[in-house]
């Protein structure tokens, strides 16, 4: 059975750094999309990065672009994402699923989701 475990949250201040990871089992990298999630309180969760399974390419919301970077190691079948120049927006509930290969999906298209990382930035 797929399970995903994310790890890597904290506090942090502002202009600091972090790396979640996700750390998944009972899948194929070549089978789905991996995309990282955030939610706010009050908030939508909304979409913040994706790895397609197709060729490996990388997309960014255009609030982290540039501070957030995607990475796989296949053999420990383990994504990360590496967070740089952190901001007090940036507070939230980080959350790894799985989606459709060519990360066109939304979150009601995620078909996986691990419990989530608290990330929490001091100003």
């Known amino acids: 059975d797929v399970q995903l475990v994310e790890s890597g949250g904290g506090l942090v201040q502002a202009g600091g750094s972090l790396r979640l990871s996700c750390a998944a089992s009972?899948?194929?990298?070549?089978?789905?999309?991996i995309t990282w999630f955030r939610q706010a309180p009050g908030k939508e969760r909304d979409g913040v990065a994706c790895?397609?399974?197709?060729?490996?390419?990388?997309y960014y919301h255009s609030s982290v672009t540039g501070r957030f970077t995607l990475s796989t190691d296949n053999d420990k079948n383990t994504v990360y994402l590496q967070m740089n120049n952190l901001k007090s927006e940036d507070t939230a509930v980080y959350y790894c699923a799985l989606g459709p290969g060519d990360c066109s999906g939304t979150r009601s298209d995620m078909d996986y989701w691990g419990k989530g990382t608290l990330v929490t930035v001091s100003s």
């Open positions: 790895i397609s399974s197709s060729d490996g390419s990388t």
């Open positions: 009972g899948f194929s990298f070549d089978d789905y999309g």
